[in-house]
T-cell receptor, first 108, second 122 residues
């Protein structure tokens, strides 16, 4: 199974700033990658699927890109509700999906 | 709108069997894949296994020897059994839905239960 490595582990930013999160796969996963947001006490919420497509209801300030082994999630202008933990998930060897270890986006 | 709800004991003794049920409401259990995923501080998010509405299953190799997932279409629910538990199995357990391999939002876990904390302790 492909191992996903997320960086940085923690990102400290202010509202209005741009956030860029990275997810690297240990082997080629094409575009079988999703991004999730998780807030305390809640289940993960799907933000991006197939590396670059926004899930229903996700605002346009959230975007994803990448293919193969390197992927990024960008939030163009942070809102207060964006501060959370973000995970990437690969499904190239469905159903054996694996998650990254997460990036905590915290208020500076 | 489909909703998932996990239920089961919050405390399990070491060496015993953890049993959870996920009830599907607002939609049919048919034509989807139903997974169990757990989250612990030590191992992050970990896929445990899935059951298809037909009863077909597949499991994470690291847990395969201890896991059984089953479905009851008449009750619109599916269940997890994890035997011989240890403290390392302490986690929040989630149930989730996807539509199988391919592209599209539904091929990822796009519907989740709220999660239930299971603690393994004597």
């Amino acid at each position: 199974d492909s191992v996903l490595t997320q960086s940085p582990a923690t990102l400290s930013l202010s509202p209005g700033e741009r956030a860029t999160l990275s997810c690297r796969a240990s082997q080629n996963i094409n575009n079988y990658l999703a991004w999730y947001q998780q807030k305390p006490g809640q289940a993960p919420r799907l933000l991006i699927y197939d590396a670059s497509n926004r899930a229903p209801g996700i605002p346009a300030r959230v975007s994803g890109r990448g293919f193969g082994t390197h992927f990024t999630l960008t939030i163009s202008s942070l809102e207060p509700e964006d501060f959370a933990v973000y995970y990437c998930l690969q499904r190239s060897n469905w159903p054996h999906g694996t998650f990254g270890q997460g990036t905590r986006l915290e208020l500076k | 709108q489909v909703q998932l709800q996990e239920s089961g004991p919050g405390l399990v003794k070491p060496s015993e069997t953890l049993s959870l049920t996920c009830t599907v409401s607002g939609g049919s259990i048919s034509l989807y894949y139903w997974s169990w995923i757990r989250q612990s501080p030590g191992k992050g998010l970990e896929w445990i296994g899935y059951v298809y509405y037909s009863g077909r299953t597949d499991y994470n190799p690291s847990l395969k020897s201890r896991v059984t997932i089953s479905v009851d279409t008449s009750k619109n629910h599916f269940s997890l059994r994890l035997k011989s538990v240890t403290a390392a199995d302490t986690a929040i357990y989630y149930c989730a839905r996807d539509s199988g391999f391919g592209h599209g939002s539904e091929t990822y876990y796009n519907v989740w239960g709220q999660g239930t904390l299971v603690t393994v302790s004597s």
